[in-house]
């Protein structure tokens, strides 16, 4: 994963793709940027953050609209009766779209999304309050062998990131808890420090946001993070993970192939802008940039390390 993660950017980064974008063709109003979650979680963040640098970077801004339902199922179930006209994008998140089709609940598939870009993604990380009694990851294992499925694990909905990561910690640490699925990060935050639940999945970004309040254990990633310096890695605690949630954006079917291409190349400006990716990178958020030409050997392999882990979760026969 590693090594995909280091090709998606490297091979993006340097080589700015060439369209109508440069001639200033598009957008040529603000866009209609609806968010699957409630506001305040990380997608909400990054859609209104890359708004104000669409708005520096082109005049026009993005009108950001939060759906939430059914862990973002709701708003991806009805992408494809949006207009294909470049000017209504939905938030789009993995592995929230490989999962959730396959426990045949939702009203969309996979391949019905149309993913355009992805600008970043977010480690998973096993977060408590501050002023837990576990004061490090061993504690709370502990804890979790003497009262099997006592212990309560927040995340952000059911059959996603947080989700696949939470089976992960079950699985690899012959742990056996309570998942407790929230609709964004936002109530997960509420949850967590008014002590309703022991622990969290989540994100670096959440703890960075919380940095006061909450304590990280560990976080899945190939090195220790540098707002975190005493947290230990999972890889450093046994564990063969490093994962996390990824997001982009997608667009109705009916979309032109060159509006396509358009709408990867202004993310691709957005997210390549310099202020905004030393903010976004200070902020727990790993810039990705997978173009709308990546997007296809993209998905192929993010399905194929999915799909062990949606077995685990019995969402595969």
């Given at each position: 994963m590693k090594k995909l993660l280091q090709s998606v950017a490297v091979g993006a980064l340097f080589v700015a793709p060439a369209s109508a974008l440069a001639q200033g063709a598009f957008p040529e109003?603000?866009?209609?940027?609806?968010?699957?979650?409630?506001?305040?979680?990380?997608?909400?963040?990054?859609?209104?953050?890359?708004?104000?640098v669409a708005a520096k970077l082109t005049g026009k801004d993005f009108v950001v609209q939060n759906k939430a339902?059914?862990?973002?199922?709701?708003?991806?179930?009805?992408?494809?009766?949006?207009?294909?006209?470049?000017?209504?994008?939905?938030?789009?998140?993995?592995?929230?779209?490989?999962?959730?089709p396959l426990e045949g609940q939702v009203q969309y598939k996979t391949d019905d999304i149309v993913n355009v870009f992805f600008f970043h993604y977010t480690p998973d990380a096993l977060v408590v309050a501050a002023d837990s009694p576990y004061r490090t990851f061993a504690d709370l294992a502990a804890a979790a062998k003497a009262s099997p499925g006592k212990l309560t694990i927040a995340g952000s909905g059911t059959n996603s990131a947080n989700?696949?990561?939470?089976?992960?910690?079950?699985?690899?640490?012959?742990?056996?808890?309570?998942?407790?699925?929230?609709?964004g990060t936002g109530d997960l935050t509420t949850a967590l420090l008014g002590k309703h639940v022991d622990?969290?999945?989540?994100?670096?970004?959440?703890?960075?946001?919380?940095?006061?309040k909450t304590r990280v254990l560990a976080v899945a990633t190939?090195?220790?993070?540098?707002?975190?310096?005493?947290?230990?890695?999972f890889r450093e605690l046994g564990f063969d993970w490093v994962d996390g949630a990824y997001r982009g954006v997608a667009v109705p079917k009916?979309?032109?192939?060159?509006?396509?291409?358009q709408l990867s190349e202004l993310f691709f400006r957005i997210n390549n802008e310099p202020e905004h990716r030393k903010q976004?990178?200070?902020?727990?958020?790993?810039?990705i940039d997978v173009t709308y030409e990546q997007m296809g050997e993209f998905m192929k392999k993010r399905t194929a390390e999915t799909m062990p882990l949606a077995r685990q979760m019995g969402l595969v026969k």
């Open positions: 109003r603000a866009i209609n940027y609806i968010i699957p979650f409630v506001p305040g979680g990380e997608s909400d963040i990054a859609a209104r953050l890359q708004g104000k339902g059914a862990g973002g199922a709701l708003a991806w179930g009805q992408l494809n009766s949006l207009p294909g006209d470049g000017y209504t994008v939905v938030g789009s998140n993995l592995p929230h779209l490989i999962l959730q989700h696949m990561a939470f089976q992960r910690l079950e699985v690899q640490g012959k742990l056996k808890m309570t998942y407790v699925p929230f609709k622990a969290a999945m989540t994100y670096p970004t959440f703890a960075v946001a919380n940095k006061e190939p090195n220790r993070l540098p707002q975190f310096p005493n947290t230990p890695t009916s979309t032109p192939e060159a509006v396509r291409k976004m990178l200070d902020g727990g958020y790993e810039q």
